[in-house]
């Protein structure tokens, strides 16, 4: 399997400076020094074995996460196996760690499982035993949802954090749109290029993706649990996540993905974001900041997700065993967040792009035949 940790922890570090830039241009030094630590962590547990464990994010709660005395001592995941963001705290909150720097408890277990020596069977088994506590949750690339229509739990999902994700992910856009507002004055002390200004423009704009892609996959979600039949602390092998869960998540992508408040223009900073020219290198790319096409491309990218066969099928199969938010009340939110806001107003450029664009999927579903008869 490719590890990416190393990149992924590169980009939490650009954004985590951009965070915590002062006025004179100095940032945090324990970013640096804790994603050394987290990554040769991560590194070396590959080394002993150790597969990514993409549910290890569901350590703490939101508010726990965001505090040193807790995470210090069993880490801000319960793996150094994750691709989890960096922890970043919101608004209001003091900042706590930024990454793991001690092995988590997931961690522990599976080594001491490993490489304890002279383990008999019986010792054996009440490690395994423990496999249903919820520190232990396990989860690998075979299983995770961070590309749209793959993976069906979403707790098994890349850039997402604590046991309350959709939580997280709102703390996170919080944030992101604070900092946005804050952006050209941040970088006006310490940057020698504008673009600095493009780069950290589109660092923003990422992880607002990123977080929308974490809600999204709530939508049509199925817990998985693996186990035995005779452990007497299984859980049923698949749950469909709670509807009251999906049509929150719902709620959270009408307002920060599809609303006209969802992506606030920064007009001052837009005229500053300008791509550095080296002799000819402009050619084959737009020099001016597409800001309707980059949006329209988040959005697209959840909607990728909901409206991928594979998830509306798996939302009308999971209403036989549990779950009551059918594709007909999916779709009827989607088109309300789409396009209801403006049955009064003037429609934006931003909301006119997405409108085009999800009447264009749903053309396109009715002509393909690879969905089923409930999502045509």
């Not at 706590?96 to 599976?110: C, E, F, I, Q």
């Amino acid at each position: 399997t490719l590890c990416y940790a190393g990149s992924q922890m590169q980009e939490g570090n650009i954004l985590a400076n951009i965070v915590s830039m002062d006025p004179s241009g100095n940032t945090d030094p324990k970013i640096v020094k804790q994603s050394i630590i987290r990554l040769t962590l991560h590194e070396v547990g590959h080394t002993l074995g150790l597969s990514h464990n993409f549910k290890a994010s569901f350590l703490h709660d939101p508010i726990s996460i965001h505090k040193p005395e807790i995470t210090r001592s069993v880490g801000v995941t319960s793996s150094v196996m994750e691709y989890n963001p960096i922890n970043l705290a919101p608004p209001g909150i003091e900042q706590g760690d930024y990454y793991s720097v001690v092995p988590g408890p997931y961690d522990k277990w599976a080594i001491k499982y490993g490489y304890s020596p002279k383990l008999t069977e019986d010792e054996r088994q009440e490690i395994l035993k423990q496999a249903w506590k919820p520190e232990y949750m396990f989860a690998n690339d075979s299983e995770d949802m961070r590309s749209p229509g793959r993976g069906i739990d979403p707790r098994a999902m890349v850039n997402d954090l604590t046991n309350d994700p959709i939580t997280y992910a709102l703390q996170r856009l919080s944030l992101l749109e604070k900092v946005m507002d804050e952006l050209p004055g941040k970088l006006d002390n310490d940057a020698t290029t504008w673009e600095e200004y493009r780069n950290a423009h589109k660092i923003l704009l990422r992880e607002h993706q990123r977080a929308l892609e974490v809600v999204s996959r709530y939508i049509g979600g199925v817990y998985v649990e693996r186990s035995n039949p005779q452990d007497p602390n299984r859980k049923e092998p698949y749950t469909p996540t709670p509807s009251e869960e999906q049509r929150r998540a719902m709620s959270v992508l009408s307002k920060h993905a599809f609303s006209s408040e969802a992506f606030p223009i920064n007009a001052s900073l837009l005229s500053k974001v300008q791509l550095e020219r080296r002799m000819f290198d402009l050619r084959g790319e737009h020099e001016d900041p597409q800001v309707h096409k980059t949006i329209l491309g988040i959005q697209n990218k959840v909607l990728d997700h909901i409206l991928s066969a594979w998830t509306l099928s798996r939302i009308t199969d999971t209403q036989l065993y549990g779950n009551d938010y059918s594709v007909y009340e999916v779709i009827d939110d989607l088109t309300e967040a789409v396009f209801l806001e403006d049955m009064n107003s003037e429609v934006s450029s931003i909301r006119r792009n997405l409108q085009t664009s999800y009447v264009r999927r749903l053309i396109g579903i009715l002509a393909a035949d690879y969905y089923d008869e409930f999502a045509t």
